[in-house]
């Protein structure tokens, strides 16, 4: 029987596995990881065959997360699939963050003598 400590202590390892997670999603590693999966699978569900909608790369396991071998660890998935593995439903989970969209932000105009040469820049675009 575990205690409460050890059930609140198991949450939290979760949660910081899952925000660890997250942030490895947005390295530059696993962009070229999941590039390569597709390269090597083709832009097409593993398990249905569809080539619409969104199609995701899916870890068959964690075990060698952060050196995993695309061609043995790494499979392409659509949405619905890749829930259906997961055993969650289609829209429970948020997408994630790199997903969002980002608001585009426009730089700062330098200050001083540039100012003209930021003007003008401005104008051609």
Known sequence: MTSENDR?????????MRDLYDAYLQTPAWY????????????RCDVCGTTKGPLQVHHRHYRT??????????Q???RPCHCETHGIEEEARPPSPSKRRRKKRRPEPPVGRLDWLWEQNQKRK
């Open 76 to 78: 392409v998935l659509c």
């Open 8 to 16: 609140e202590l198991l949450a939290q390892t979760r949660r910081l």
């Open 32 to 43: 070229k990881k999941r590039a390569i999966a597709f390269a090597i699978h083709g832009h």
């Open 65 to 74: 997360l952060g050196r995993e071998d695309p061609r043995r660890d790494l």
